[in-house]
């Protein structure tokens, strides 16, 4: 009989430290506020972050990526065919319209100019002699074309050869800046040998190819955002010069000029690396919130808003998303608080408190000691 009284005994216990535990376990499940409770059975209040909902710009971008370039390269060529005598420049060297480059033995030619010359004045004298002549009526018009076509074929002779002698000195055709020298004093070179290439260093501009399917939103003059591997994180302002009109039939890509900003080319050289972002379908006046602040998953999206204290997840509709920002369609107004920090662990209704610590404070503690002071409040 004892042993059966301790067996009820026993049961009865078990049965009591069960419904006991039952009772903690109710008590410290989530209630309705959805923050549960702490160890002192009081409510918990989740510490976060907000964000007011705000108006502004928000476009699609994309980037592709080109090479530096002058907006023109001219090519210098020789005239004559000769032994470079001198070459005043080198890569680098700024010139100006005008500015000698190479000179050319010019020996010969000249020699052919003084003989030239010499035919000139003989058929000159000839020619004069032949009108009087044909004035007073003593030689035939056939005789008096003759010396007139003599006179001008040695005119033209005259003119040819001291086209030519110029020719002997290289000067540049345009301004700019030396980026190929290709002989040196002493070569012999042909007629339209390659000796020099100027580049317009003027205007810098970078030439991308953009997708058909992108194309179709630019429009020249729009602002572009150009990246430098060179200078990483130092951007570069530029503009559309102008959109090829014919796309490459391989490819489906069509060619778009951007032109980099005057400032530029102070540090920016041609062959650097370039990245151009083009914004497309840009929207203004929109309502944005962070990135940060959507929960759920990309068919059911939704933000929670604070409101008396309290966390209310509000379904919402988004649309153009762009460096951290969302477009906000439908759901929110602006100024309303949505929280962008610790909302992963809210539930609809949850007591909240709001701990907004100052920006500039958390980049100078760095993110550990962010999530340390929005942990410690309860």
């Known amino acids: 009989m004892r042993s059966m009284w301790k067996g009820v005994g026993l049961a009865s216990m078990v049965l009591i430290a069960g419904c006991s535990r039952g009772e903690a376990t109710q008590a410290g499940s989530p209630s309705a506020s959805g923050g549960g409770t702490d160890r002192r059975g009081q409510p918990r209040i989740t510490a976060v972050r907000t964000t007011p909902v705000t108006t502004g710009s928000i476009a ?12 023109r390269t001219v090519a ?5 065919a000769g032994q470079i005598v001198a070459v005043d420049v080198e890569e680098g060297s700024v010139v100006h319209v005008g500015d000698a480059l190479a000179e050319l033995d010019g020996r010969e030619i000249r020699a052919q100019l003084a003989a030239a010359e ?5 058929a000159a004298a000839a020619f004069e002699r032949a009108q009087q002549l044909r004035d007073r009526q003593i030689i035939t018009l056939p005789e008096y074309e003759q010396q007139r076509t003599a006179h001008a074929a040695a005119t033209a002779t005259l003119d040819q050869l001291r086209t030519r002698v110029g020719y002997t000195d290289v000067t540049s055709p345009v301004e700019g800046v030396v980026t190929e020298k290709m002989v040196e004093a002493g070569d012999a070179v042909g007629t339209q040998t390659r000796l020099f290439s100027i580049a317009e260093v003027a205007t810098l501009v970078v030439r991308v190819g953009v997708s058909e399917l992108d194309v179709v939103e630019l429009e020249e003059g729009d602002t572009v955002q150009v990246d430098l591997d060179a200078f990483p994180g130092r951007g570069v302002a530029g503009h559309i010069r102008r959109i090829f009109p014919v796309a490459d039939p391989t490819t489906r890509l069509v060619p778009v000029e951007v032109a980099l900003d005057p400032g530029a080319r102070t540090f920016v050289r041609p062959g650097f690396l370039a990245r151009a972002t083009f914004a497309l379908n840009q929207r203004n006046g929109v309502l944005l919130v962070p990135q940060g602040a959507l929960v759920g998953g990309s068919s059911s999206q939704a933000v929670f808003v604070v409101e008396q204290g309290r966390a209310v997840r509000r379904t919402v509709e988004t649309g153009l998303m762009s460096e951290g920002s969302v477009e906000v369609l439908s759901g929110l107004a602006k100024g309303e608080a949505v929280v962008t920090l ?6 609809d209704g949850a007591e909240v408190r709001v701990v907004n610590v100052d920006t500039a404070s958390l980049e100078s503690a760095g993110d550990g000691t962010a999530a340390g002071a929005a942990g410690d409040v309860r």
Do not use: F, M
């Not at 699609?60 to 907006?71: A, I, M, N």
């Open 76 to 80: 210098v060529n020789s005239q004559l």
């Open 60 to 71: 699609r971008s994309v980037t592709v990526s080109g090479v530096v370039e002058p907006l």
């Open 118 to 122: 010499a035919s000139y004045q003989v």
């Open 342 to 347: 610790g909302n992963n662990l809210l539930r």
